[in-house]
């Protein structure tokens, strides 16, 4: 019998990607994705720890879904409810206490298992946990997802051994784990077979990758993206998230000579002092993350890119925002995130004594992000008048008008571009309008 899923996904592309891979482990079951909550016969809330607040709005959330499970229940139809996620992780056992309509609180490490935990949920109906660290990758029992339209992400690592002392992700990811090079391999040619073009390889440290390869030898993410690059029908790849530590010459490498690689980095650098960047534990100073970056301009002069900032660490004094302020102009991001500091129980960090009061924060916070917002407009601007590549992937709001993304990741809109859908098409850019671009064919 067919059976309605809701997935919720909060927070990083991570989520994104396990959410998938849970609707198509479920599938077998008879659960079917579905766009609406309130008919749901299984709901799951993929959860993500890192920003404030995360658990409160966990269970604010639960507090909703357990009218709607009320509600199905003076209807004689019943509602599971899974917690998954970061904060399943994190809370565990609490989530119960806290809430009584979860029927199971299951950690990323243990999707792999959820059949067996819903069939023991149901017929013991019982509340169910799983929460281990399991020595078996969970890559290996996951099933390959299926995937619609023309990109995709797709998971070679997973944890972190940095443990930057602001940050949730070593507690709640654990472990640095790297996928073998011929396991990913397998999975870039299973999505180019499904259509897709545009892939994205993910991990909380990416370029940390130390995967073996078919001769049992530790690979690199350099090496890893020259193989990928050689199935056919992938004509992009991009990576997130790097740690500026784990840069490699293999990987600068790949930029100078793999075309298929977007010129495009995300490479968070979150402060521009190199006292805070000690406090924080980043192990790399600020001139070590320039040489990257000249190192990485020089490989492919039009690579752009972008940061994670966080303002008003503890400790932080106006001459190291200021400092902050300085990187952003010196490295002429494209397009950058920022945070205020926020303390993650748990963490080192949390418990430092010079936390820095809240207006502090958000008025740093203030000044940055209109840095950032001119530096980023300065770059689109950069584009008018000028020809890039774009692969259309959606229908745009206007009748007849697509929208793609450029090399970038900026989004593109196309005029009349149905026919356009899933190609990369030479663009001229006509026009910069917020985060967008307008173009017409070159
Ligand atoms: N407070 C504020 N920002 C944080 N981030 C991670 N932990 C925290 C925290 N405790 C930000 C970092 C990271 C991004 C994903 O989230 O900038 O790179
Ligand atoms: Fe968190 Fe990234 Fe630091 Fe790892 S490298 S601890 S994921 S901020």
Redesign the pocket.
């Known amino acids: 019998m067919k059976k309605n899923l809701y997935i919720k996904t909060y927070g990083?592309q991570m989520n994104v990607y396990d959410s998938e891979k849970m609707a198509t482990l479920l599938a077998p079951m008879g659960f079917e994705l579905n766009e609406s909550m309130n008919d749901a016969d299984m709901v799951i809330l993929n959860t993500c720890h890192?920003?404030?607040k995360a658990s409160e709005k966990l269970y604010s959330e639960l507090g909703r879904i357990k009218e709607l499970k009320i509600i199905r229940q003076t209807q004689n139809k019943d509602m599971m409810v899974v917690v998954a996620g970061c904060v399943a992780q994190a809370e565990g056992e609490e989530i119960f206490k806290r809430s009584s309509c979860v029927d199971m609180v299951v950690g990323p490490q243990s999707y792999q298992n959820l059949p067996e935990l819903i069939a023991k949920a149901a017929r013991d109906k019982k509340i169910v946990i799983d929460i281990d660290f399991p020595t078996i990758s969970k890559f290996d029992s996951l099933p390959q997802a299926k995937v619609k339209g023309v990109s995709a992400f797709l998971s070679i690592q997973e944890g972190c051994n940095e443990f930057?002392k602001?940050?949730?992700v070593p507690y709640t990811r654990g472990e640095e784990y790297s996928r073998p090079t011929m396991e990913v391999y397998r999975e870039a040619l299973a999505l180019a077979s499904q259509g897709v073009m545009d892939i994205t390889l993910l991990g909380q440290n990416v370029n940390a990758y130390n995967g073996l390869d078919e001769s049992s030898q530790v690979s690199n993410l350099g090496k890893l993206i020259k193989m990928v690059a050689k199935i056919d029908g992938i004509k992009r790849i991009r990576y997130m998230?790097s740690h500026p530590r784990s840069m490699h010459d293999d990987l600068i490498d790949a930029h100078g000579t793999c075309e298929k690689l977007m010129p495009f980095l995300h490479l968070?650098v979150?402060s521009g002092s190199n006292q805070i960047l000690k406090s924080m534990n980043r192990k790399h100073t600020i001139e070590e993350y320039l040489i990257h970056i000249e190192a990485l301009r020089k490989a492919r002069p039009d690579i752009a890119f972008s940061s994670?900032?966080?303002v008003g660490y503890p400790g932080e004094t106006e001459e190291d925002f200021q400092k902050t302020m300085q990187i952003v102009e010196e490295v002429n991001y494209a397009q950058c995130?920022s945070?205020?500091?926020?303390?993650?129980p748990g963490?080192p960090?949390a418990i430092m004594s010079n936390q820095i009061p809240e207006d502090i924060k958000s008025e740093r916070l203030l000044r940055l992000q209109n840095l950032i917002a001119a530096k980023q407009s300065a770059f689109n601007q950069s584009w008018i008048g000028r020809e890039m590549e774009v692969l259309f992937e959606k229908n745009g709001k206007y009748k007849g008008q697509v929208v793609g993304k450029s090399p970038y990741m900026q989004a593109v809109h196309l005029s009349d571009g149905e026919k356009y859908l899933e190609k990369i098409v030479k663009v001229k850019i006509t026009k910069s309008i917020a985060n967008s671009l307008d173009s017409v064919v070159a």
């Open positions: 990083c890192i920003r404030e930057c602001f940050c949730v998230t968070p979150q994670d900032f966080i995130y945070f205020k500091y926020s303390p993650r963490t960090a």
